[in-house]
């Protein structure tokens, strides 16, 4: 990865390529892994903070801590954001969002339907720091999917995941990373594990029950367990460890 340039998003405001410089980095997982923890305080002292889509730090500053330099939203979590807007580009004024999505969605000429909704936004909220991946920068995201799976994205039906992107954007962004409550590829056979919500912030389907069911759908599901093979992999090779559950890379 260390050809990745950091200018796959284009700022929404100022038409600039981020530019991300972090030591030592924290991902937050949206898991239910993260209920009961209690390392809020140990994340808030990384140099960057990397969080996904709408995952709330308010009434879960214990778990998962109040900071957030970075979030990685997905293009279909975007209108969450926006039913709380005050919250995320008024009081988290110093977040940078991030924002996937394919091209028809995204494109500038007016007919693009989340990137309309987030100039408004930052019409409305002009300190907003929101930047969208161009679609150059999707199409590799989609080549690093099938070289390291040896799968076609699209003839697989599958979505990526905004872990696979936040990974791929920290990577390049961070000196070392720590992955806070993300399972590895093998969690959900083991015995006796802890069973848990898909999102620390909702009651909802177990999470394993979530990752069985996007893993085997025939369309429109993300790979979460092939996802996570190939994060292990990565780990060998970069800075990378995973706690709450731990991950033994070998």
């Not at 200018?7 to 898991?31: E, G, K, M, Y």
């Not at 994340?43 to 214990?62: F, H, L, V």
């Not at 969450?80 to 110093?94: I, Q």
């Not at 991946?133 to 697989?156: A, H, I, L, P």
Request: charged content about 20%; hydrophobic content about 30%.
């Amino acid at each position: 990865f260390t050809h990745f340039s950091p200018t796959c998003p284009v700022s929404l405001s100022v038409f600039q390529p981020l530019q991300l410089d972090c030591n030592r980095c924290a991902i937050v997982s949206n898991s239910g892994q993260m209920v009961g923890q209690k390392v809020g305080n140990e994340i808030d002292q990384s140099s960057c903070i990397w969080r996904m889509n709408n995952a709330p730090t308010k009434g879960y500053e214990e778990d998962v801590g109040r900071m957030t330099m970075i979030r990685v939203v997905s293009h279909t979590s975007v209108p969450l954001l926006l039913k709380n807007p005050d919250y995320f580009f008024k009081e988290a004024n110093t977040t940078i969002y991030v924002i996937w999505g394919p091209f028809r969605n995204m494109r500038k000429d007016g007919n693009g339907i989340v990137y309309n909704m987030l100039k408004k936004t930052v019409d409305i909220y002009p300190n907003a720091q929101i930047y969208v991946t161009t679609e150059k920068r999707m199409s590799y995201c989609d080549g690093v999917f099938k070289k390291e799976t040896g799968k076609d994205r699209v003839q697989s039906g599958s979505y990526l995941s905004t872990g696979w992107f936040t990974f791929i954007l920290a990577m390049d962004a961070c000196y070392g990373i720590h992955v806070y409550g993300m399972i590895n590829d093998t969690y959900c056979k083991t015995e006796g594990y802890r069973k848990v919500p898909y999102h620390y912030y909702e009651q909802g389907r177990d999470e394993c029950d979530e990752y069985f069911l996007h893993e085997h759908a025939p369309y429109g599901g993300h790979r979460f367990i092939t996802e996570k093979k190939v994060f292990a992999k990565w780990a060998k090779k970069h800075r990378i460890i995973f706690t709450h559950p731990n991950w033994t890379v070998s």
